[in-house]
């Protein structure tokens, strides 16, 4: 029998993703988390001050995020988490205006990551991510979000195309770009960012913006056991993981909670999981507890690795999409996901684990595998060992409609995660 669960913890989790837009938002979201718990911010630049029983993170490219906490004694070893900030969407390319005719203006965009196309068309868009300038001490950054119905990518019309429930084959340079307005519409958008931003238009630099889907996250469903919402994958499994970290305490092991960025794009960069980031940090803060070379090797023997992104739920429409005996269903707890070929790191050890964490923490767990006929997806758990080698298993939470502009998900597995994440770092 299904153990009940409190729906609680959907109007903190909705807030951070309406909230969220891009990465970078969400980082700085996760930050105010962490520094209403207390946590000290450390810069990578200078030389870190770490004590046993202190509550740490550190921010890269403000985008990515690694937050720790250590316990009174010196630690046997890492319980880790990871997850991911970013999601596909559309990014602004550097000269992005584009007139129409003298009659219309619109954005020149491109992917980031994959996506769903046809999802993104005659929805209310808007623009957010970071603006960069020359400040008294050097380059700055600031977020900002025009938090308005600016943009839309409109469809075209059944009566041009009578081929168009057929199927169509977008395409991203010529059928996705956003129109913004009419021929006054012109120089507006970027000069908007930049009043929020304190400055003006010809002092930004550089920046990194992004369309993003306007529509709030909903409870769904007739008995409320469906959420709707723009990217639950990942910000589920991100906030899960660190509201969990500041609320409990390390006993024997240093908790680590790592948010990183560029998964949809590959992992490749310097704040992505196949960055030193990770492993820069756990070296660092070892060094300064005074562990040597060797202890840091035995510390990483006894640790563990929970890689959280958000798995694939048995379709209502497509149950054959899915494999005959592995095919988790939302509302029906943590998904451990598997895989011959290690695109997932789970094995019999780590899943052993996972399970009895799920099990002390009194949630459901369920299976994933991909049917052997089709591919599948990868995620953060190998490409984070290449650079920290420890006991990894990947996990998620079912969802419907990965990387679509707006995304299903189960009302009550968030309450699974967060609780499995708390068993995780309070034992």
Known sequence: MKKRMSYDHLQPLFAFIDNSPTAYHAAANLEKMLDEA???????????????????????????????????????????????SDSPCFKLKEAAEIVVDDLY?????????????????????????RLVFRGREGMESRLVNLDKDAAVIPNM?????????????YNPQTDMEALIGGAEAKGVYLRKLAEQAGMADYEILGADLFLYNRERCRIAGLDDSLITGPRLDDLECAFAGMKALAEEEPKEYMNVCAVFDNEEVGSGTKQGADSTFLKDVLERVSQK?????????????????????????????????????????MNNGIVIKYHGSQRYATDAVSAA???????????????????????????????????????????????????????????????????????????
Request: proline share 3%; with cysteine; aromatic share 8%.
């Open 38 to 84: 207390g946590f000290s911010r450390l810069d990578e630049s200078v030389r870190w001050d770490i004590r046993l029983g202190g509550k740490y993170y550190v921010n890269r490219n403000g985008s990515s995020l690694i937050a720790f906490t250590i316990p009174e004694k010196m630690p046997r070893g890492f319980h880790m988490a990871a997850a991911h």
């Open 157 to 169: 019309a059944i009566h041009m195309n009578r081929d168009m429930n057929k199927g169509v084959a």
């Open 105 to 129: 203006v619109k954005l020149n965009v491109e992917k980031y990551g994959g996506m769903i196309l046809s999802t993104w068309l005659d929805r209310p868009l808007s623009i957010a991510g």
């Open 353 to 427: 684990m996972m399970k009895d964490i799920c099990l002390r923490a009194g949630v459901l767990y369920q299976s994933y595998a991909n049917r052997s006929d089709i591919a599948g997806g990868s995620t953060l758990g190998n490409i984070s060992t290449a650079q920290v080698s420890v006991k990894t298993v990947d996990i998620g939470l079912a969802q419907l409609a990965m990387h679509s502009a707006y995304e299903t998900a189960g009302a009550a597995d968030i309450a699974y995660l967060i609780q499995a994440f708390r068993t995780y770092y309070r034992d």
């Open 289 to 329: 507890l005074g562990v040597d070379a060797e202890g840091y090797r035995c510390m990483l023997a006894d640790s563990f690795l929970i890689s959280a992104d958000n798995a694939h739920a048995l379709h209502p429409n497509h149950p054959e999409k899915a494999d005959a005996g592995n095919r988790p269903v």
